[in-house]
């Protein structure tokens, strides 16, 4: 039987997280994140993690998970979340999760088939190969998903090729056509099914908010934050830094672009990836949504929608 998860998702820089925060402290909750770029150190400010202050008062989970040079798929949150799920559940304690990474929520609600682990033997290997050859490699063993991952996202790419060379199979096989359950690899199992509550609120009012936080982000440090990832020996190139505002002030920090052009070119892509990411959520059923005028309305309406599952 699957477990339900009391889930609340919506657009980057609604205010997810401060609704998250309030039931955690109202009701003694715990914290899952599903942020495809809070899993990674040192990216603190440009990925709108949680403070040292608030983490001391709520517990969060999946934040810090690994380093900017690590490779990190969909597939190492899945087996991550279902640890910290399966410890919660042992301890007996209630959590919600919280994010608006689409691919993460549906490999997690929605496994297609059963990724193999990863093996950090084939993984170092792989990670030693320049981007070009990785590419090419990927165009020869499995050209259907060559066509649909960027030649430039790294992260993807030496996925889809582990999968390869420890299944055997093309990614693109094993989503056509996985293996039945009881069978080596095993089928995708649905262990857990969402309780969904989405936030919205009108465009207009999101990019006003999107702007701000932005424009906040710069005001606590962001240059800075990327300047001392450089400092570090981080490469610019890296999949985590994919992340919108760190690509853009590794710009400026390399003297390709102004400050203001950085910031605006990271305001525009936010506001985009907003609206992809809303477009993701309208199309996944069951999910309840909530308008997000003022934050105590929408704590009242969450709290008559989850008493069963978590309060």
Same mark, same amino acid.
């Given at each position: 039987?699957?477990?339900?998860?009391?889930?609340?998702?919506?657009?980057?820089?609604?205010?997810?997280?401060?609704?998250?925060? &309030?039931? /955690? @402290? #109202?009701?003694?909750?715990?914290?899952?994140?599903?942020?495809? !770029?809070?899993?990674?150190? =040192? %990216?603190?400010?440009?990925?709108?993690?949680?403070?040292?202050?608030?983490?001391?008062?709520?517990?969060?989970?999946?934040?810090?998970?690994?380093?900017?040079?690590?490779?990190?798929?969909?597939?190492?949150?899945?087996?991550?979340?279902?640890?910290?799920?399966?410890?919660?559940?042992?301890?007996?304690?209630?959590?919600?999760?919280?994010?608006?990474?689409?691919?993460?929520?549906?490999?997690?609600?929605?496994?297609?088939?059963?990724?193999?682990?990863?093996?950090?033997?084939?993984?170092?290997?792989?990670?030693?190969?320049?981007?070009?050859?990785?590419?090419?490699?990927?165009?020869?063993?499995?050209? &259907?998903? /060559? @066509? #649909?991952?960027?030649?430039?996202?790294?992260?993807?790419?030496? !996925?889809?090729?582990?999968? =390869? %060379?420890?299944?055997?199979?093309?990614?693109?096989?094993?989503?056509?056509?996985?293996?039945?359950?009881?069978?080596?690899?095993?089928?995708?199992?649905?262990?857990?099914?969402?309780?969904?509550?989405?936030?919205?609120?009108?465009?207009?009012?999101?990019?006003?908010?999107?702007?701000?936080?932005?424009?906040?982000?710069?005001?606590?440090?962001?240059?800075?934050?990327?300047?001392?990832?450089?400092?570090?020996?981080?490469?610019?190139?890296?999949?985590?830094?994919?992340?919108?505002?760190?690509?853009?002030?590794?710009?400026?920090?390399?003297?390709?672009?102004?400050?203001?052009?950085?910031?605006?070119?990271?305001?525009?892509?936010?506001?985009?990836?907003?609206?992809?990411?809303?477009?993701?959520?309208?199309?996944?059923?069951?999910?309840?949504?909530?308008?997000?005028?003022?934050?105590?309305?929408?704590?009242?309406?969450?709290?008559?929608?989850?008493?069963?599952?978590?309060?």
């Amino acid at each position: 039987m699957p477990i339900q998860i009391p889930t609340i998702v919506g657009p980057t820089g609604i205010g997810k997280t401060e609704i998250a925060v &309030e039931l /955690a @402290q #109202k009701y003694n909750l715990e914290i899952i994140s599903a942020d495809s !770029r809070q899993v990674y150190k =040192y %990216l603190d400010i440009g990925t709108a993690k949680p403070s040292k202050e608030l983490r001391q008062k709520v517990r969060f989970h999946m934040l810090d998970v690994v380093k900017p040079d690590v490779p990190y798929s969909a597939a190492d949150f899945v087996r991550d979340v279902s640890k910290v799920i399966k410890d919660l559940r042992q301890q007996e304690k209630k959590f919600i999760l919280v994010g608006g990474s689409g691919l993460y929520l549906k490999a997690l609600f929605q496994p297609f088939f059963k990724a193999p682990k990863t093996d950090l033997e084939l993984r170092a290997e792989l990670t030693k190969k320049t981007l070009n050859e990785l590419y090419q490699q990927l165009k020869e063993v499995d050209p &259907e998903s /060559a @066509q #649909k991952i960027h030649s430039n996202d790294r992260q993807r790419i030496i !996925r889809a090729l582990e999968i =390869y %060379l420890l299944t055997g199979k093309t990614k693109s096989e094993l989503i056509r056509h996985p293996p039945q359950a009881g069978e080596e690899k095993g089928g995708g199992e649905m262990k857990y099914v969402p309780f969904y509550i989405g936030l919205f609120m009108p465009k207009k009012i999101l990019n006003e908010k999107i702007d701000k936080r932005f424009d906040m982000m710069i005001e606590q440090g962001l240059v800075k934050e990327v300047k001392n990832l450089l400092d570090r020996g981080y490469e610019e190139d890296l999949y985590a830094f994919n992340a919108i505002g760190y690509r853009e002030i590794f710009q400026y920090l390399k003297k390709r672009i102004s400050l203001e052009l950085a910031i605006m070119v990271a305001k525009k892509k936010s506001r985009a990836y907003a609206k992809r990411q809303f477009t993701w959520f309208k199309h996944q059923p069951g999910i309840i949504w909530i308008e997000y005028k003022d934050r105590e309305e929408v704590i009242k309406k969450i709290t008559e929608l989850f008493p069963a599952i978590v309060i």
